[in-house]
């Protein structure tokens, strides 16, 4: 049984759910935002959902704002009250989402004529409802919706095969329910957060999963397409619209009709692209490059960055207009590992599980078990788990990753700047290298060590290989002046790059430490174009993803070069 607390001024509701929806209990009406406010107090988290009606014939004092000395001031202030009483259940929402922004509320009206699904969504409520006036109907319909968000809020399950790991913090499971509403909607949502920070997969696997829109995903990184090509490239161009458009091509917005377009990096929209782009969504219609004709664009649009648009706005990089229309009330930011320390043993578990599904170390895992007898699943994955101590019961059917604590308090600690990529990517690493050695040693199980050989389940995870891992990583985000790399400018104007040798330092730190200082000077003279990049290092330039995932690997920040060149 839930509580239900019915924010309205009449009765009729209350009474309709307290006869057909008997399963849960019902607080008697609260009238006003007053009223409901100090039940909530009152009640504190007691209370699982809220119902909302929007018209409210009360006194005009009841209604909010409270202060409505402007509106009584007009000319027209009968009128302006009247208008507040019919909006007033999206008044007392707005004021909700800022004391109870966990809470779901559902918005019901019984006139069809006052639209409510745009403010609905707006101010996030979980749900709206046109009530029909026929009682067992009515009572169906919301019933059904009830059942349907006290499942979703059930708890994290069913989320356990989501590929973006939440985690149960509050914080993150808030961020979760917000979303999922948001995707629901027609409206376009703002992903920010730092890279590898999930923005991508929650846009292709959350958001596009359920939107329940039935045409395609497409994804566009803004990043990598070059700027004289990007018109083009997002509207279509028509057969000789400039030289060289020798065929009609059409563009993304086109591949998305029905689905979802997501534009990542949205910060490289040239300024000209944001006017277009706000045409799209003001009036969902554009014009390829060189047309006359008009298209209609049925598209969700979801965009991200990890740039700071409001800043880009103050610096009028990036148009108001269009960004007020990205509906930036909605935007969310998705923490970096670092915030997410209170998660971190969790998050530890969750990818080491997953990085040990991989092919390879999925491998390695099975010759592994197969080698020191363990009785683990024979179709599945070896089943995994992880932890700072030895558990005190063998268990054959899984195999139990063990981390040095002061392995752990490193990992813990490190500022990951390429956030959950960066994380995935070296506990993979990690676990292939801790295997290859335990599998390759599989004849020379060490007698003398009696712990390894009686407790095959238990892997530990050697400090060492986590040290030798972490160092090329470490090198180049705390020490970024002194990695034993420098850049010489040469009479020509071109860079030599040297090295100094120092004692101690593996090959690999060296390496990384060269390969860091000629990718920045690369992104130097490319003026941050990855695109041209990538085709002189890997002679493909729309490999720009590739080679902005190896800066990150190596820690380099985009932002911070970007920013340098900027202020340049
Ligand atoms: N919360 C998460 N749960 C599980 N995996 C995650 C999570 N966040 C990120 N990842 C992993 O990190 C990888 C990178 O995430 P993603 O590409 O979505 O980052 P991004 O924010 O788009 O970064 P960028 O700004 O560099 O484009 C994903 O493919 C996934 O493997
Ligand atoms: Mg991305």
Redesign the pocket.
């Known amino acids: 049984m839930s509580r239900i607390l019915i924010i309205d001024d009449e009765d009729k509701y209350f009474e309709l759910c307290q006869r057909f929806i008997a399963e849960h209990e019902f607080l008697p009406p609260v009238r006003n935002y007053r009223e409901a406010a100090s039940v909530l107090k009152a009640e504190r988290g007691t209370i699982d959902l809220v119902l909302l009606d929007v018209h409210f014939d009360i006194p005009d004092e009841e209604l909010l704002p409270s202060d409505k000395t402007d509106l009584l001031a007009g000319k027209d202030a009968k009128r302006a009250i009247e208008r507040l009483r019919r909006a007033q259940g999206l008044h007392i929402l707005d004021r909700l989402r800022r004391s109870d922004p966990d809470l779901p509320v559902i918005v019901m009206t019984a006139r069809d004529d006052l639209p409510i699904e745009a403010d609905s969504e707006r101010l996030q409520a979980e749900d709206y409802t046109y009530l029909l006036d026929d009682e067992y109907l009515d009572a169906r319909s919301l019933r059904l919706q009830i059942e349907n968000i006290l499942a979703q809020r059930a708890g994290p399950s069913g989320e356990e095969d989501e590929?973006?790991?939440?985690g149960e913090t509050a914080k993150m499971q808030g961020l979760r329910r917000r979303l999922s509403i948001l995707a629901r909607g027609q409206l376009p949502i703002i992903l920010l957060?730092?890279?590898?920070?999930?923005?991508?997969?929650?846009a292709r696997e959350f958001i596009h999963a359920r939107s329940q829109r039935e045409g395609p995903f497409v994804a566009v990184?803004l990043s990598t397409v070059p700027h004289d090509l990007m018109a083009a490239h997002l509207f279509g161009v028509v057969k000789g619209a400039y030289t060289g458009a020798t065929t009609s091509r059409e563009g993304v917005l086109e591949h998305a009709q029905g689905g979802t377009l997501f534009l990542?990096e949205i910060g490289n929209l040239s300024v000209d692209l944001q006017k277009s782009l706000l045409l799209v969504l003001q009036e969902g219609r554009y014009r390829p490059v060189g047309s006359v004709d008009e298209r209609v664009a049925d598209v969700k649009l979801v965009v991200?960055t990890?740039e700071n648009l409001v800043e880009m706005v103050r610096e009028g990089k990036f148009r108001e207009d269009l960004y007020m229309r990205l509906n930036p009330a909605t935007a969310m930011r998705?923490p970096s590992l670092t915030e997410r320390k209170d998660d971190f043993s969790v998050l530890l578990e969750?990818?080491v599980s997953r990085v040990s599904e991989e092919a390879y170390n999925a491998d390695l895992l099975r010759q592994y078990a197969q080698q020191r007898g363990l009785a683990v699943p024979e179709s599945d994955a070896v089943p995994v788990s992880v932890g700072r101590k030895v558990p005190t019961k063998a268990d054959s059917r899984r195999i139990h990753f063990v981390f040095h604590p002061s392995s752990y308090k490193q990992l813990r600690d490190f500022s990951w700047p390429g956030?959950?990529?960066q994380f995935?990517m070296f506990l993979s690493n990690l676990i292939t290298l801790s295997l290859v050695e335990l599998v390759d040693q599989a004849e020379v199980v060490e007698p003398d060590n009696p712990a390894d050989a009686s407790r095959p389940d238990v892997i530990p995870i050697l400090p060492r290989i986590v040290r030798e891992l972490m160092r090329p990583m470490d090198i180049s985000t705390s020490a970024p002046q002194d990695d034993g790399a420098s850049v010489r400018v040469l009479d020509d104007g071109a860079h030599r790059l040297s090295v100094t040798l120092r004692d101690g330092e593996s090959l690999n730190a060296v390496s990384c430490a060269v390969e860091r200082q000629y990718l920045e000077l690369l992104f130097e003279k490319y003026e941050g174009d990855l695109a041209r990049m990538a085709g002189v290092l890997l002679s493909d330039p729309t490999a720009g993803r590739k080679v902005?995932l190896r800066m990150?690997q190596l820690g380099i920040k985009l932002r911070s070069l970007k920013q340098r060149r900027r202020a340049r």
Do not use: I, M
């Open positions: 590929p973006f790991y939440w957060g730092a890279t590898g920070t999930g923005k991508s997969l929650l990184d990542d991200a990890n998705l969750v990818f956030n959950f990529r995935e902005q990150n």
